[in-house]
């Protein structure tokens, strides 16, 4: 009877055993023992109305991992081949949150990355903090997303609050050198949490530079109608007018600021919508002259820039913009701590992001040198300021400042022209 038992028990075991053999090899190969893909979630905008920036960030993710598989994959994993997992926040938070549930508990993702709009990013990285998942962010910058103490959480870009400095300081030195007196600003603004961000940023920056804030104008995304908002500004004249949409927004107030002759000394945009390759063809014209902040212009003299760009551009058939970059370098720096990490465990990989430290090869086309600080924030993010002008009869982003980064033979259209105090 004891013998009957034990082989049963016996049995058990060995079926056990089988199990957990199974098990821990999905992913790897079962002759070699190596893994053989690393799982990477993919969070964007890909229907919507920032699905176009959704879809240039896919790409360029694509294009970057196509590269880094062409070249033997994760080489401390025995060459494993990233494979991406894309999931539509359809630029909706709560879209967001569930998404980042399914990649972590469904697809067993190694990391995550994305969002693009900061409004998703917020509660979606909480979800990756909650499960000690990392979470690498390209691209959305409300300062709170690196502020909250989390661990498992990085960020590439810049802060919302970095712009907002060097906007203001651009405003000085451009008013400074071309004798042009500023003292008013309006702000105009999408609601959600990066338009506030950049708010409370203006309002710190601009009150430190004794400039008078004349009208505090908040919207909501995607509104079919911003003539109220405009018909505000020009009652108040305004010296200058600091611009944070998404895309339709910002052609729309682009379009409706022309309609109703708005000629301040300078529009200056915050990125987002003004950088998504979709606002020339929407706005037209009518954005001849506009400023622009941003971390990356296809003109500036970094390392890799024209190679990588024209490398996309013959692959997708327009060129890069900021976002972009930091989408394509990002997948560089995820792939750098996955070598250094030589597993798949996510405080593994976790402590290879904190120690990043990047100094040549391809990610110098962002910044010559990529490392984080305490918070998970990237130190020393570059700006630039680019304005839209016609080059050879087309629109393009033309950086102008700081001098030193400016396009050679390019300087500052300014003020705007047909000021009324020109």
């Known amino acids: 009877m004891f013998a009957k038992h034990k082989s049963k028990l016996y049995l058990l075991f060995a079926t056990l055993l089988v199990v957990m053999l199974v098990a821990g090899c999905v992913g790897r190969d079962t002759s070699t023992g190596q893994v053989k893909e690393v799982k990477i979630g993919n969070i964007l905008p890909l229907s919507g109305a920032a699905a176009p920036l959704g879809k240039i960030g896919k790409e360029a993710r694509e294009m970057a991992v196509e590269e880094i598989n062409a070249a033997g994959g994760i080489k401390s994993l025995g060459g494993a081949k990233i494979k991406m997992i894309f999931a539509d926040s359809k630029g909706d938070p709560a879209t967001g949150v569930a998404e980042a549930e399914r990649l972590i508990t469904q697809e067993k993702v190694a990391l995550i990355t994305g969002t693009y709009q900061s409004g998703v990013a917020l509660p979606a990285t909480e979800v990756a903090e909650r499960y000690k998942v990392p979470f690498f962010c390209p691209v959305p910058s409300e300062d709170v997303i690196t502020e909250r103490g989390f661990k498992y959480v990085f960020r590439l870009a810049e802060k919302t609050s970095w712009r907002n400095r060097d906007q203001v300081k651009f405003i000085q030195d451009m008013a400074n050198k071309y004798g ?48 109220p908002v405009v018909l505000k500004v020009k009652q108040k004249k305004p010296d200058i007018i600091l611009l944070c949409s998404y895309v339709s927004d910002a052609a729309l107030l682009t379009n409706t600021f022309a309609e109703h002759k ?78 250094r990490a030589g597993s798949l465990d996510p405080e593994a990989i976790r402590k290879a992001l904190a120690e990043t430290h990047l100094t040549s090869g391809v990610t110098q086309m962002y910044a010559s040198e990529i490392a984080f600080d305490e918070t998970g924030q990237m130190v020393n993010a570059p700006l630039v ?38």
């Open 180 to 227: 042009t007196p500023v003292k008013t600003v309006a702000l105009i603004y999408e609601d959600t949490a990066w338009g506030q961000g950049a708010a409370r940023g203006w309002e710190k920056y601009l009150g430190e530079a004794g400039l008078q804030i004349v009208l505090k104008e908040p919207y909501p995304r995607n509104s079919s109608d911003l003539t």
């Open 385 to 422: 300021i680019s304005q839209f002008r016609k080059v050879n009869g087309k629109m393009e982003r033309v950086t102008v400042w700081p001098e030193k980064d400016a396009r050679p033979g390019w300087k500052p259209e300014w003020p705007f022209p047909g000021w009324e105090g020109r």
């Open 262 to 339: 708005v000629k301040p000394v300078a529009f200056i945009g915050t990125s987002g919508g003004f950088a998504d390759p979709v606002y020339f063809d929407t706005a037209g014209d009518n954005c001849e002259y506009f400023f622009d902040i941003s971390t990356w212009e296809p003109d500036v003299n970094r390392p890799f820039s024209k190679e990588v760009n024209e490398k996309f551009k013959q692959k997708y058939g327009y060129g890069m913009n900021a976002e972009a970059v930091k989408a394509y370098v990002s997948m560089y720096v995820i792939k750098d701590a996955l070598e």
